[in-house]
């Protein structure tokens, strides 16, 4: 399955792909060569809205069109379908794994998310606990609304 790394101006596509269970490698800080050297090397499809970037250099690459996130998305979803994937760390991007014992979690979570939440997930990376709570139903919603 192909993998991605977006420039410094897609931090929020970035996110939101990795929700989605792409592979997406993002640097807040880092200049179009290095960039575009990572890509080349680790085969990645460069995410981009800088046309310049991709006229100066041969790289592999989705030229986003859309200003907006929404836009930006759909744009990715419908060149690369989102298929069978499980989410990733929105984060860092590592991998999630399912919390077993829900114990461990005892005093990493907050109290009432302990009692009310039955499955956490923690990043394998950078272990950061994930749960299907409000923000992960918000998310949903926003993508049936691209109709993904
Ligand atoms: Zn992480």
Known sequence: MEAFIADAMLGRLARWLRFLGYDVL????????????????????????????????????????????????????????????????MRCNGLLDEVREKEELLNEVPEHLFHSVDSFQRCQACGSIYWKGSHYARMLESLREIQI
Not at 36 to 47: E, M, N
Not at 59 to 83: D, F, M
């Open 26 to 89: 993002y640097f807040r800080d880092i200049d179009d060569r290095e960039l575009v050297r990572i890509a080349r090397r680790k085969g990645r499809v460069l995410l981009t809205r800088d046309r310049g970037l991709v006229r100066d250099f041969r790289v592999h690459h989705l030229l986003i069109r859309s200003e907006h996130l929404k836009g930006q998305l759909a744009e990715v979803l419908r060149e690369y379908p989102p298929g069978n994937r499980s989410s990733r760390c």
